[in-house]
């Protein structure tokens, strides 16, 4: 089941062609960046939002401060001093629910110009044709929703290494549904969606109660709206890079963040797909186990070894990410233990996120 699956999804991935990048660049955006405590980061965001090569007048950046502590303030105020010729504010986050990043977001919505929103964080780093990509898409395909593409920039430490190749994973599988046209994942790191819908959907409103899923609940709600209308921007001149955690620990939380909010799904089809990892999962790590006693067992692992390893090279191709080939081999023998402590966990005991804990 599994193998035919992230099969399915290999040959999505081929099936979804790249856009042309044809057309005039003169979509308006509003771009909304939630941040708490992102001093370290923020030079790096607003350095390559100075290098964003677009229309200054088409676009506005709206920065949302979460209760910041540090001098995240200081460093966006001389920002703007130094680049007056940016339209770019900070207003404070207006909390209304259990999660900050989405309160952030209807925030910023309720004070933006244009009808175009495009998300992203403030640990990421921007490419000088991210606006423009967009642009040609939403000129040549005319969507409701775009997800685009994300990745990490990572250095040869196996800590970095395994968390690049789960990632490159995710967006294997994502881009991959989205070419079966099933589309079940999506990252607020990289997303766009017309606010005209997003409010006539109500916004956040029905999963709010949930801390995290700003991303993939709203692509439910765009998808059940009109999925033709929701695509994946598969361009590398649109992809946004980001950071990887420090330590295992950090990881763990963010890993159980992400798992939280999948009970909460609504696509069957996602349902689908965590019951099938899950389950194998825990089947390959009893088959690594038995296979020190016996490697006879050592076989049934080897066709999703395989289907794996196709779909994330064909990623990382795309995306231009070097992988090691030692540290991959410690993924593939690492990550079904991983997962299911992961998923386990997250259903057992909270989260901490931006140094708040969190149930759900």
């Known amino acids: 089941m ?8 290999t040959i999505g991935f081929d099936k979804l062609k790249p856009i042309t990048n044809n057309h005039d660049y003169t979509t308006p955006f509003s771009v909304i960046i939630p941040f708490r405590n992102e001093a370290e980061n923020l030079p790096g965001l607003l350095n390559s939002i100075a290098e964003v090569e677009y229309n200054k007048s088409l676009y506005e950046i709206i920065l949302v401060d979460d209760e910041s502590t540090d001098n995240s303030l200081e460093i966006i105020n001389q920002f703007c001093v130094n680049n007056p010729a940016i339209d770019l504010k900070t207003i404070k986050t207006l909390r209304q629910s259990n999660s ?10 309720s004070s933006t110009k244009h009808n175009w929103i495009l998300a992203t964080d403030a640990d990421c780093i921007l490419p000088k044709t991210w ?3 967009f642009s040609a898409s939403i000129c040549e395909n005319n969507p409701n929703m775009l997800v685009a593409p994300v990745s990490f920039k990572s250095n040869s430490s196996f ?22 046209q099933q589309p079940f994942m999506a990252n607020g790191a990289n997303l766009a969606y017309k606010k005209e819908l997003f409010l006539k959907l109500n916004g956040f409103k029905d999963n709010d109660f949930i801390a995290s899923g700003d991303d993939v609940f709203l692509l439910e709600n765009f998808v059940a709206h009109d999925k033709s209308k929701v695509l994946f921007l598969k361009d590398i001149k649109a992809l946004v890079t980001t950071y990887p955690t420090k330590n295992w620990s950090e990881l763990v939380q963010q890993r159980k963040r992400w798992a939280a909010k999948a009970t909460h799904f609504k696509n069957n089809f996602a349902k689908g797909i965590g019951v099938i990892v899950f389950f194998t999962n825990i089947g390959i790590g009893v088959a690594l186990i038995i296979g020190i006693i016996n490697p006879v067992f050592l076989v049934l692992i080897v066709p999703k070894f395989a289907i794996d390893t196709l779909l994330i ?13 030692l540290s991959f081999l410690k993924t593939l023998l690492f990550y079904p233990f991983f997962t299911v402590y992961i998923a386990v966990s997250s259903l057992l005991s909270p989260f901490v996120w931006k140094d708040r804990l969190f149930n759900k």
């Open 2 to 9: 599994y193998v035919v699956l992230i099969l399915l999804f």
């Open 100 to 109: 900050p990043k989405k309160d952030a977001i209807s925030t910023a919505i």
């Open 131 to 133: 606006l423009s990509s």
């Open 159 to 180: 800590l970095h290494q395994f968390q690049l190749i789960d990632f490159l994973s995710m967006q294997g599988a994502t881009i991959g549904g989205f070419g079966i």
């Open 313 to 325: 090279f064909k990623t990382a191709h795309l995306y231009q990410n070097k992988i090691n080939y």
